[in-house]
């Protein structure tokens, strides 16, 4: 490639997601605008490179052995703007930083996101919810680049932690519809939401969130718990014995621990009659 986009050799995957797991990655692509991110997007398309875009890490598990693709940042797409109750902003805004431009900009709504420490981009992707409400409910459109072309999308088709877009997408920016609301007031039930995740997740732990999909009335978590199986151990990964739906790395854990942990519960779950499907994304 003949222009500069910024990029790092040879990282250490465990530095770059929440689970602290992971070997070396081959390359890490930062591209700090549209045409950076175009021309990359054309050039590992025309090589055949595999590749995966990367938010904060938070719902991924990176394998022991590394990824021989190429990593893509969208860290630089970190605008964020208010137009009326709309806000516009980059795919590599942290939901933090959404959180607090919210109250900056007294916009109520996406209080249920406070404590997630995903980027907006990871987010719609994933379609991240919490207490009952989704992101999906505040999008009013979003542009992604799809076979290296820039589209708009305004009608979507969001179901459980899923967005609308392929693996091969990537989304640029996003446009929220929120409600004015009260500045004291929301900056109350942000408080109340961190404490609620503190209280019930094993929040300061690496962990990439919730291992498993809720399905409909079937929630892992409980089912995991009524099993009796919080504090399983293998090597250094964890069954939370705070959230049965999470498992933690205590310091040491590989991925194959973790991986090994995931089929045990499967398992089980099969011997139960339940076929759980994964949420976070493995590598
Ligand atoms: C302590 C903790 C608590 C959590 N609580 C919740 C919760 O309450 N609710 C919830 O839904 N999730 C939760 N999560 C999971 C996770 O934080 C969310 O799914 C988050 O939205 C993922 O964002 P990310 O930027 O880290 O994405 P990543 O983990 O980096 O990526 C996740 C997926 O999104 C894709 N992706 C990322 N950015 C883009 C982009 N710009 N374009 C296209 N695809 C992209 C990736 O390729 C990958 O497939 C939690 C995680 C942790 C560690």
């Known amino acids: 490639m003949k222009n500069n986009i910024k990029k790092i050799d040879n990282i250490a995957l465990k530095d770059y997601c929440s ?20 021309s990359l997007m054309n050039f590992l398309i ?6 995966f875009i990367l938010g904060n890490g938070t719902n991924v598990l990176f394998d022991d052995h590394g990824y021989r693709g190429s990593l893509i940042s969208l860290k630089y797409f970190n605008s964020i703007e208010k137009i009326g109750d709309e806000i516009i ?8 930083q959404l959180c607090s431009f919210c109250v900056d900009n007294c916009l109520e709504g996406f209080e249920f996101l406070y404590g997630i420490p995903g980027t907006v981009g990871g987010a719609v992707f994933m379609n991240a919810g919490a207490f009952g409400d989704e ?34 997408c990537v989304i640029t920016n996003v446009k929220f519809k929120l409600k004015l609301g009260d500045r004291n007031r929301i900056i109350l039930n942000q408080k109340q939401i961190l404490e609620r995740r503190k209280n019930t997740q094993p929040y300061g732990q690496p962990s990439a969130g919730s291992i498993f999909k809720r399905q409909h009335d079937v929630i892992p978590a409980k089912l995991i718990d009524s099993w009796g199986l919080k504090g399983l151990k293998i090597g250094g990964a ?23 942990l995931i089929e045990i519960i499967k398992y089980i ?8 499907e994964l949420e976070i994304k493995i590598l």
């Open 19 to 38: 689970f602290k797991i992971g070997g070396i990655g081959k390359c890490l692509f930062l591209p700090k605008n549209l045409k950076e991110l175009i």
């Open 46 to 51: 025309k090589e055949d490179e595999p590749y």
């Open 89 to 96: 902003c980059g795919a590599g805004v942290k939901l933090f």
């Open 135 to 168: 992101i999906c409910n505040y999008l009013s459109e979003m542009t992604v680049i799809k076979e290296g072309k820039k589209i708009n999308i305004k009608n979507f088709n969001f179901s459980y932690r899923k967005g609308p877009v392929d693996d091969n």
């Open 238 to 260: 964890m069954i939370s014995c705070k959230h049965a739906g999470f498992i933690v790395n205590n310091g040491q854990a590989k991925a194959g621990d973790v991986k090994l």
């Open 269 to 276: 779950a099969h011997l139960h009659g339940y076929n759980f």
